[in-house]
C-alpha cells in the first residue's frame, strides 16, 4: 500500500539558511499534518492542513511557513535557520472526514541538520 | 492547555514479562486517543486507538489498552512481552473536531531477550 512520501530525507543547511521540506500523502488523503521531533523529544505538532486551507495551527516559528496545493501534496518552509532547528521533521496524512480523520499516517522523516 | 502525561520514561522487561504503560491526558472535552509505536529508526506507526465505544480496545502485536473516562486514562497493555517490542511507545490525544494531535513525552522499552 502507499504511504507518505517525504523527501528530502537527510538536509544538512548552515545557520541563516532556508530549507524547503515537502510531504506527499496517501492518494485521496485531503489532510496534512506536520510535526517536529528533536532529539529524544516527542514529536511536537506545528501545523495542519486540510482540503488545502490551514486547518489548526500548533507551535510552528513565524520564521516557518507551510502550504498544501491542489494536488495535497504540503511543502513546509524555513528560513533563518538556527541551531535549534536541527529535528526530525514528521509529515502525516489522514481523511479529513468524520472520525477517519483522526487516523494519522506518518511518513519517515526529514532529519535536518544546521550547521 | 491539553497535555499528555506518561508515567514511565524508560522501562526494561525481560522477555514474557507483562507490560503496562501509564498514560493521562488532561482536557475536559471529549477526546480521540492513540498509542504510536516507533521502532529503533523508523517512523511512527499506529498500535491502536480510541474513538468511541467499548472502552477496551484491541491493536496491533496482541496490544490492547483500557480508556478510563474518570481517571483520564487510557494505559497500554500486553499480557507477554517479546525482544521485538523493544522500541519507543508515544501515547496521543486530539481534541474531537479538532485537528491538533498532543504526544507524550514517550516511554522507551527495552526487552531483554
Known amino acids: 500500500a502507499a504511504g507518505v512520501i517525504q523527501s528530502p530525507r537527510h538536509l544538512i543547511k548552515e545557520k541563516r539558511e532556508t530549507a524547503t521540506l515537502k510531504c506527499y500523502p496517501i492518494?485521496?488523503?485531503?489532510?496534512v499534518y506536520w510535526y517536529q521531533q528533536g532529539p529524544g523529544q516527542d514529536p511536537q505538532f506545528l501545523i495542519s492542513?486540510?482540503?488545502?486551507?490551514?486547518?489548526d495551527k500548533g507551535s510552528i516559528p513565524d520564521r516557518f511557513s507551510a502550504q498544501q496545493f491542489s494536488d495535497y501534496h504540503s511543502e513546509l518552509n524555513m528560513s533563518s535557520l538556527e541551531l535549534g532547528d536541527s529535528a526530525l521533521y514528521f509529515c502525516?496524512?489522514?481523511?479529513?472526514?468524520?472520525?477517519?480523520?483522526?487516523?494519522?499516517?506518518f511518513g519517515p522523516g526529514t532529519r535536518l541538520t544546521v550547521t | 492547555a491539553q497535555s499528555v502525561s506518561q508515567h514511565n520514561h524508560h522501562v526494561i522487561l525481560s522477555e514474557a514479562a507483562s507490560l503496562e504503560l501509564g498514560c493521562n491526558y488532561s482536557y475536559g472535552g471529549t477526546v480521540n486517543l492513540f498509542w504510536y509505536v516507533q521502532y529503533p529508526g523508523q517512523h511512527l506507526q499506529l498500535l491502536l486507538k480510541y474513538f468511541s465505544g467499548d472502552p477496551l480496545v484491541k491493536g496491533i502485536k496482541g496490544f490492547e489498552a483500557e480508556f478510563i473516562k474518570s481517571k483520564f486514562s487510557f494505559n497500554l497493555r500486553k499480557p507477554s512481552v517479546q525482544w521485538s517490542d523493544t522500541a519507543e511507545y508515544f501515547c496521543?490525544?486530539?481534541?474531537?473536531?479538532?485537528?491538533?494531535?498532543?504526544f507524550g513525552a514517550g516511554t522507551r522499552l527495552f526487552v531483554k531477550a
Open positions: 496521543a490525544v486530539t481534541i474531537t473536531g479538532g485537528f491538533k494531535t498532543i
Open positions: 492542513f486540510y482540503e488545502k486551507m490551514q486547518s
Open positions: 502525516a496524512s489522514s481523511l479529513g472526514r468524520w472520525e477517519a480523520s483522526y487516523e494519522q499516517y
Open positions: 492518494p485521496r488523503h485531503d489532510t
